[in-house]
């Protein structure tokens, strides 16, 4: 059985740092793109990174330059966030899939249809 699982959430000062973990387990093979989304309570998922299969990475407009999407191991996934704003506040889901290739919204962002495999969220707050 597939499990993503997300840790590293918490709350933290405006221009603080964090950093999130993915850890997947039960795929058959490496997961081919792995991305993180955020949701706030009563709004849409947003798409805020993915890597790909060659590391290729994508991202958000909205934390181009201050967000990094890195792959740690074949099985984990971290997204290093800096200088974080008050809207960066909101439940941050890890998504995995094998297949191969990737979308991206026309801004660049993943796109969360594209995944098969969601994990349970972990939460960020950013206070002033």
């Known amino acids: 059985q597939v499990h993503l699982v997300e840790s590293g959430g918490g709350s933290v000062q405006a221009g603080g740092s964090l950093t999130l973990s993915c850890v997947a387990s039960g795929f058959s093979q490496r997961p081919y793109r792995v991305a993180w989304f955020r949701q706030i309570s009563g709004q849409e998922r947003e798409g805020v990174a993915l890597i790909g299969g060659s590391s290729t990475t994508r991202y958000a407009a909205s934390v181009l330059g201050r967000f990094t999407i890195s792959r740690d191991t074949d099985n984990s996934v971290s997204l290093k966030m800096n200088n974080l704003k008050l809207e960066d506040t909101a439940t941050y889901y890890c998504?995995?899939?094998?297949?191969?290739?990737?979308?991206?919204?026309?801004?660049?962002?993943?796109?969360?249809?594209?995944?098969?495999?969601w994990g349970e969220g972990t939460q960020v707050t950013v206070s002033s």
């Open positions: 998504a995995a899939d094998t297949r191969l290739g990737f979308q991206t919204t026309s801004a660049g962002a993943p796109v969360a249809a594209d995944y098969s495999n």
